[in-house]
């Protein structure tokens, strides 16, 4: 963006002026499986630092689409809007 618009030589008094830049993920739901298969670590991950890890994990959202936020002018987050739950065991 900004690299290559400093490097034009405009004719005469022509000028340019940046807008609001905004990036895009084509067809994020192609991402799903990678997203879910990450939650799947994490639940593992967070239920094994638990003391109750005999008790049960809810996990609700993995239907919600994915979701894509622009971090900066070269980077965009994908992710999927979720709630866990653990509950203790007996």
């Known amino acids: 963006?900004?690299?290559?618009a400093g490097s034009l030589r405009l004719p005469g008094k022509a000028r340019f002026e940046f807008?609001?830049?905004?990036l895009a993920v084509e067809n994020p739901e192609k991402h799903s499986a990678k997203l879910s298969g990450?939650?799947?670590?994490?639940v593992a991950k967070t239920r094994s630092g638990v003391a109750a890890?005999?008790?049960g994990v809810k996990l609700e959202g993995l239907e919600s689409p994915v979701m894509v936020r622009q971090v900066d002018d070269r980077n965009v987050e994908l992710?999927?809007?979720y709630s866990l739950a653990?509950?203790?065991?007996?």
């Open 86 to 90: 653990i509950t203790a065991g007996k």
């Open 19 to 22: 807008g609001k830049l905004q």
């Open 79 to 81: 992710y999927l809007n």
């Open 38 to 42: 990450m939650l799947a670590v994490d």
């Open 1 to 4: 963006g900004a690299r290559f």
């Open 53 to 55: 890890s005999d008790g």
